[in-house]
């Protein structure tokens, strides 16, 4: 059975970093065709795609945030970490991280998530 | 950024048939990539759904089914529950962003 449990702090001021761990179990980073990627989400609103780090230390970025993120994993440790710069308010939301299973474009399953709040 | 369009909200009484539109583009679902759908019921993560435009995972009921045309997908419950009441998403993968980008999402509405 496959878990993920995201972990860090539920309340950042704007401008500083906000670091997220992604702990998993079930799976391991170190099979070929495995991913772990994390979303976010607003409150009230749409999921947003924020980065994807894969098997082989391939890692992507929404466009739109690479600048301000980045994405780490620690294989021997099972989990993965989000780092996003310069906070603000606008960042508050809850924040995923969910599995791509090997070789497939979808998240299954995901995290249950943690709220961060930007506000100082 | 959410660049897959859906209707904002979509209701129907117990028993009948809803649909909900996931509209993409040409680097997109028209690119022939997947489009795949999650639940969202409130307060909770988001669950898969559909996968690879129509196939349902293990314990996702028959009523629930999918379907991807050109640069659209849509979703299809048939026979509405009051369970049903939820967020629902579809996801695909951009090329000209490198990345997975989210429909706008939908909120189903038992009436």
């Known amino acids: 059975q496959i878990t993920l449990k995201e972990s860090g702090p539920t309340l950042v001021k704007p401008t500083q970093t906000l670091t997220l761990t992604c702990t998993f179990s079930?799976?391991?980073?170190?099979?070929?065709?495995?991913?772990v990627g994390w979303i976010r989400q607003p409150p009230g609103k749409a999921l947003e795609w924020l980065a994807h780090i894969y098997w082989d230390d391939d890692k992507r970025y929404s466009p739109s945030l690479k600048n301000r993120i980045s994405i780490t994993k620690d294989t021997s440790k099972n989990l993965v970490v989000l780092t996003m710069t310069n906070m603000d308010p606008e960042d508050t939301a809850t924040y995923y991280c969910?599995?791509?299973?090997?070789?497939?474009?979808?998240?299954?399953?995901w995290g249950q998530g943690t709220l961060v709040t930007v506000s100082s | 950024q959410s660049v897959l369009t859906q209707p904002p909200s979509v209701s129907g009484a117990p028993g009948q048939r809803v649909t909900i539109s996931c509209t993409g583009s040409s680097s997109s679902i028209g690119a022939g990539y997947d489009v795949h759908w999650y639940q969202q019921l409130p307060g909770t993560a988001p669950k898969l759904l559909i996968s690879?435009?129509?196939n349902r995972p293990s314990g996702v009921p028959d009523r629930f089914s999918g379907s991807r045309s050109g640069t659209s997908a849509s979703l299809t419950i048939t026979g509405l529950q009051a369970e049903d009441e939820a967020d629902y998403y579809c996801q695909s993968y951009d090329t000209m962003l490198s990345g997975y980008v989210f429909g706008t999402g939908t909120t189903i509405t038992v009436l």
């Open positions: 690879g435009n129509s």
């Open positions: 969910a599995n791509r299973p090997v070789g497939k474009n979808w998240f299954d399953p």
């Open positions: 079930g799976f391991s980073l170190n099979t070929s065709g495995v991913g």
